[in-house]
């Protein structure tokens, strides 16, 4: 069946660095555009970046860019979020979606904290 | 920046139906989308392109737009409905956008 596992998660120091993990099965994942969305601890959600299929095109959002890069490995199905500069505001659950927003993984929770 | 406005809240018994709206200047150019959002899991995309629904979703959920609002029903509501729904939309520069959120209590 279609799945999306992200992973990468954890706890890290503010101004540090961390890559996330989205692995992608059951579906054509280098022909699908794919998306990062967070969710800040009890707030709503917020569209993070999104990257074209073959990766040629990538857009984000105005909190993020300069901070973050996503980016794919279509041989390994696997889309990534690349976080640095962390801020403690970025504390939240980070969630990949495909194509429509149409399936989205579990999410992973990363928290950034002295 | 481009917002997507929804009520904080909408209350319904069992039984009744339940409208949301989301109202954003850019929805008469582009499709909006409603996701729904239970405790501890992720969104589950309910309706696409303004009023069509994946495979899998009730029919007691639907969507209807009307220039700058678009809105969800959901007839006959049910216990299991209580959730946060979102409503998500681009802006004229290809940027997604989220709605802020409306959390649907069940009576």
């Known amino acids: 069946q279609v799945q999306l596992v992200e992973s990468g998660g954890g706890v890290v120091q503010p101004g540090r660095s961390l890559t996330l993990s989205c692995a992608a099965s059951?579906?054509?994942?280098?022909?699908?555009?794919m998306h990062w969305v967070r969710q800040a601890p009890g707030k709503g959600l917020e569209w993070v970046a999104t990257?074209?299929?073959?990766?040629?095109?990538?857009n984000y959002a105005d909190s993020v860019r300069g901070r973050i890069t996503i980016s794919r490995d279509n041989s390994k199905s696997t889309l990534y979020l690349q976080m640095n500069s962390l801020r403690v505001d970025d504390t939240a659950i980070y969630y990949c979606?495909?194509?429509?927003?149409?399936?989205w993984g579990p999410g992973t929770l990363v928290t950034v904290s002295s | 920046s481009y917002e997507l406005t929804q009520p904080p809240s909408v209350s319904v018994s069992p039984g009744q139906t339940a409208r949301i709206t989301c109202s954003g200047d850019?929805?008469?150019?582009?499709?909006a989308y409603w996701f729904q959002q239970k405790p501890g899991q992720a969104p589950l995309l309910i309706i696409y392109k303004d009023n069509e629904r994946p495979s899998g979703i009730p029919e007691r959920f639907s969507g209807s737009s009307s220039g700058t609002t678009v809105a969800l029903t959901i007839s006959g509501v049910q216990a299991e409905d209580e959730a946060d729904y979102y409503c998500?939309?681009?802006?004229?520069?290809?940027?997604?956008?989220f709605g802020t959120g409306t959390k649907v209590t069940v009576l």
């Open positions: 979606a495909k194509g429509a927003f149409d399936v």
């Open positions: 059951g579906f054509s994942f280098s022909s699908q555009g």
């Open positions: 990257i074209s299929y073959e990766g040629g095109s990538k």
């Open positions: 998500q939309s681009v802006d004229s520069s290809g940027t997604y956008v």
């Open positions: 850019a929805l008469p150019d582009q499709y």
